[in-house]
């Protein structure tokens, strides 16, 4: 079904589909939640690489629950705080905070509403893997962005690349118009059950546009031709830890990062 409307009702369904998602992510090897309370570190190279929370504050926006959050506690961010629409989500994040003995805030709600519920400005704002397809504004969201980060503080986005959705059918361009799908989740315990989602299809130039209309300087933009996860169909891992997708025998971009810095 295409072309459901912005509004309250999105939310609903998006919100039920992330509840029972969470249910069963947590149980899942693709997260690793074991792994992690044993002092394993849930972040993949490319942020590693790319990203310094050592001193800083930093916020998660749509935190799922919270396994990258606590990550970047591990490495060294002065406070962490996430946000998500799930309520089971942010109940679970709270519950792996506190048996992993680390101090970080979790908080339920609309992504928009961000600047009002968390009541303060950070340092670092951080986005990661499939976050922006969920979103129907991405002009809200770079303003929101904005509003949440300190005069010189920075956005890092690592973001699946959108040329991947259009291999799996979906719009490159935003058309308006949401995508209201019956679909299973991306884990390898997950594909029988299916829930309603609705996601928006949005350009590199999309991103870029909305995040430089809301006083956000591009600092840095980079491509990958993998993915780190195992989580789209037709994927070789070629080397550890790197998933490719080919095309007429042509590795496609899976992944894109950015850093932007709010104007002092």
């Known amino acids: 079904m295409k072309g459901m409307d912005h509004g309250k009702e999105y939310q609903r369904l998006n919100q039920l589909a992330w509840n029972e ?6 149980q899942s090897e693709f997260y690793d939640v074991k792994g992690f309370l044993s002092g394993r570190s849930s972040l993949r190279e490319i942020e590693l690489a790319e990203l310094s929370v050592k001193g800083k504050s930093l916020l998660h926006l749509q935190c799922h629950f919270g396994l990258d959050t606590l990550s970047w506690a591990r490495e060294g961010a002065a406070s962490v705080a996430g946000l998500d629409l799930s309520d089971e989500a942010i109940t679970s994040a709270r519950q792996l905070a506190e048996q992993a003995a680390i101090d970080a805030e979790f908080v339920c ?13 950070f340092d670092l704002v951080y986005v990661s893997y499939g976050a922006l397809v969920w979103l129907p504004d991405l002009h809200r969201w770079a303003e929101t962005v904005s509003a949440c980060l ?15 959705a259009l291999f799996d059918g979906y719009d490159y361009f935003h058309t308006g118009k949401a995508d209201v799908e019956l679909e299973g989740s991306y884990t390898e315990n997950a594909q029988e059950a ?19 209309a809301n006083g956000l300087q591009l600092r840095a933009f980079r491509e990958y ?40």
Do not use: M, N
Request: proline content about 6%; hydrophobic content about 35%; some cysteine.
């Open 109 to 121: 709600g609309d992504l928009y509403q961000a600047p009002a519920l968390l009541q303060r400005q």
């Open 225 to 264: 031709d993998f993915s780190p996860y195992d989580c789209f169909e037709g994927l070789q891992e070629d080397t550890p830890g790197r998933f490719r997708l080919y095309h007429q025998g042509k590795a496609i971009p899976l992944v894109y990062s950015l850093r932007a810095v709010k104007e002092g």
């Open 150 to 164: 300190k005069p010189g503080g920075e956005l890092y986005l690592a973001e699946f690349h959108p040329l991947q």
């Open 21 to 26: 998602r969470t249910k069963l992510h947590l």
């Open 194 to 212: 299916q829930h309603t989602t609705v996601c928006w299809s949005h350009s590199l130039a999309d991103v870029i546009s909305a995040l430089l």
